[in-house]
């Protein structure tokens, strides 16, 4: 098929290095790889990453893009739901082709809760009419599926479809320059590795570091807003000495820097409806790290035997769960080659076949309608 992969949000690039961008670029590759025709058509294409082979990038016009999807013949449109974006929807039941609508977030909430967005139930309006007219949505957890079946997304028309992870680079990757770049030598290492925003508790993480043997080392990879207060944090528990923080990471460094922990953690504060599908948490298995996380949401099935669960916002459970791997080689072990192999299963390969077919159900279900429409 020819597959027109867009995103409207500004502040996603395919050529980055957050979280997102990684989504974009490895979801279309693994597409391409399947034999689909695959452009990826954004707002913003800014970055040093390049994409993988047989995808295409080009500009997302301001307007509606109906002109570029009819000369590009596109057959079905992936659209990465942005907040407010119904352009590329209304293009597309303009031409007859199918809109599938990728969901990774409530994004209304998230910007009412995060960001200060004012008229949310305008913006909640906006966002049901927007679901509800796609074609067929691909939710990013179930948490999200729910939220869009809420938004009148019909529910055999929603599939949960979980971030992979390519495994070569997280099973080749070697520690050894890391932990000599960060004088981290032969010591026990807890580790993170993501952007420092206050959800993903790496506060709470430094506490829980606190208790912690003296020769545990703590290392922090990745930047945010949040730096300054847990640098601040770090010096206030008396640890700043045990602590590393790297600043901003190019994800193609990112194996290497997992490669140097012994056990990684995902200490996510305390949320009613928990939605994320966090990519690091795929990446720390692809590595075969041993995983402390907090319990809510979907991490539990997530992490599966190659690590711990704790409750959310509670150091003094998060510091015992983090010292019980410490401590035992063996059981570190056994989550190392749990955790091999539960991400082999969670490749963006898989993904892309998940996504497939529920591309080829649209477009044939699209394909029926304009059919039947002709014929009348």
């Not at 020819?2 to 670029?25: M, N």
């Not at 807890?190 to 080392?217: E, I, M, N, T």
């Not at 401590?327 to 299963?345: D, T, V, W």
Request: glycine residues 8%.
């Amino acid at each position: 098929m020819r597959i027109a992969y867009v995103c409207a949000d500004p502040g996603i690039s395919p050529l980055g290095d957050k979280g997102a961008s990684v989504h974009l670029r490895s979801l279309a590759g693994a597409l391409a790889r399947r034999g689909h025709t695959v452009t990826l058509l954004c707002t913003r294409l800014d970055g040093a990453n390049t994409l993988p082979p047989d995808v295409m990038l080009a500009q997302l016009p301001n307007g509606a893009p109906a002109q570029l999807l009819r000369d590009w013949r596109i057959e079905v449109v992936l659209e990465r739901y942005s907040l407010g974006g119904d352009k590329v929807g209304e293009s597309c039941r303009t031409l007859g082709i199918a809109h599938v609508l990728e969901v990774n977030a409530p994004l209304v909430d998230e910007a009412a809760r995060y960001r200060g967005l004012r008229d949310v139930a305008s913006w909640r309006a906006r966002e049901r009419s927007i679901v509800s007219a796609a074609d067929a949505v691909v939710a990013v957890s179930p948490s999200v599926r729910a939220h869009v079946i809420r938004c009148g997304a019909a529910p055999d028309r929603a599939m949960v479809v979980h971030n992979g992870v390519d495994l070569d680079p997280f099973e080749s990757a070697k520690g050894d320059s890391v932990r000599q770049r960060y004088a981290l030598g032969n010591a026990r290492v807890v580790g993170f590795a993501g952007s420092l925003k206050a959800w993903h508790g790496v506060d709470l993480l430094l506490r829980a570091a606190a208790r912690l043997d003296a020769d545990v080392r703590v290392l922090i990879v990745g930047d945010g807003p949040e730096r300054s207060k847990l640098e601040a944090l770090a010096i206030e528990l008396r640890i700043a000495d045990r602590v590393v923080f790297t600043g901003a990471i190019a994800h193609h460094a990112i194996p290497e820097h997992l490669a140097a922990m012994t056990v990684a953690a995902a200490p996510y504060v305390l949320q009613t409806d928990f939605y994320f599908s966090p990519l690091k948490l795929v990446e720390y298995l692809a590595a075969g790290l041993p995983v402390v996380a907090s319990e809510q949401g979907d991490l539990a099935r997530l992490v599966g035997k190659a690590g711990l669960m704790v409750r959310p916002d509670d150091p003094a459970e998060l510091a015992e769960a983090l010292g019980k791997v410490l401590s035992n080689p063996e059981l570190r072990r056994a989550m190392h080659f749990a955790a091999r192999r539960h991400a082999a299963g969670m490749t963006w390969d898989a993904a892309a076949a998940q996504v497939e077919t529920v591309l080829m159900s649209a477009t044939a279900r699209t394909r029926s309608v304009v059919v039947k429409r002709m014929a009348a």
